[in-house]
C-alpha cells in the first residue's frame, strides 16, 4: 500500500483558510483535531434531531501513543434547515460542535473495527476479536492468528461479519459466542472486502493484484474475476444487485457488472494517484464517493459518466494529508465525516447549490 510523504503542513490553519474561500460549497462544515490515530469511522444508524438542530453520532476506533485503543462515540451538532424552530438570524451556539461521549478502552493497539447495523462494534487488536454490544462484551481469542480487516454484514439487525486475516484467511464470524468459520485461504493479504447486500453470504475480495475473488460462505468456493488493472479498493452497490465499483492503483474507477466482469459498464478517470476506498451513497443510486492518497473525497454520479471520464458532482478538498476512513451519514443526505492522516476530523454536509445543477 503506497503511503503519504508530502510536506508537514498545520492542518487546523490550512482547514481554517480553506473553509472561508470554500464555504458557499456547503450547507454546513466543522472540524475536531483527535488526539489519536484513527482506525475506524462509522456514523450511527439514526441521526438524533433537537429542536434546530440535527445530533449526529460517530464511532471512532483509534490507537493511541501507549499502543493502548479506545472505542469512542462522539456527538457533531448541525443546524437542522427543515425544522420549525429554524431561525437563521439566531444561531444556536453548539452548531459545529463536536463532543465525546464516552469511550471503551481496549488494552492493546486496534487493527481493524466496524460497526453493524445493530450500532455493535466489532474491533480486532492484537490476536482477540471483541464483539461490543449494548449490554455485554464477547471475545474470541485466535491461537496462531490476528485480524486484520473486518467487514460486517449490511443485513439489517445482523450480527454477522467476514473477517480477513494475517494468515490471508477469510472467516465468517456469525455471531457473538460463536466460533468464526473458514471460508477460503489465499496465499497474498487481501486488502479490502465487500459484501454483497442482495446475497450477504458472498462477498468480493482484492488482493491488490488484476484478479478480485467472488467468495460464498455456504460453499466455502472462490471464483476469480480478471479486472483491467490493479485493483486497490471495492464496492457493492446498496440499490443495484450485482452491480459493483473497483477502485484502481492507478487512479481510476470502474463500474462493473459481476454477471458480465470482462469489461467496465463505465470508467472514471478519478484521481491522480490510489484510489484508497470507494462508498455508495446511501441514498442515490447514482452516486458513489471516492477517496485517494491525493487527499481529496470526490463524489461522481453516474448517469454523468462518458465514454472518456466523467464530472464529479463535488469535490471535497478540505483535507492536506491523505483520507484514513470517510463514511455517509445514513440518514441526512450529503452529509459525510472524514478523517485524514494528520488525525483531523472533518464533518460536512454539501450545499444543494453544487448538486441541483
Known sequence: MSTYTGTPVDPVREFIDWRYSARENYESITMYVLPNHTVSLNFTQETNTADDSYIF????????KDSNSEISLYNTVFPNKHSMTFNKSRPNKKWGEVSQLNSFEISGSLIAADVNTRNDIIAAYKNEVIYISENEETKHVFDDDQVTLIKCSPENCSTASFLCTAVNSILYYEAPGTIPMAVHEFT???IDLSIDPFQPKTALVTQGKTHIHLIDQREKSAVSLKMQNLTSSIAFSPHIPFIFANGLLSGDIGIFDLRSPQAPISNIQ???SEVTSLKWSPFRKDVIASASLDTSITLWSLPSVKKNGAEAVFVHNGHVSPISVFDWCKDVPWTIASVSEDNLLEI?????SQYEQ
Open 57 to 64: 453520532g460517530l464511532i471512532l476506533g483509534d490507537t493511541k
Open 188 to 190: 497474498r493479504p487481501v
Open 270 to 272: 478519478a484521481h491522480d
Open 348 to 352: 460536512w454536509t454539501v450545499a444543494p
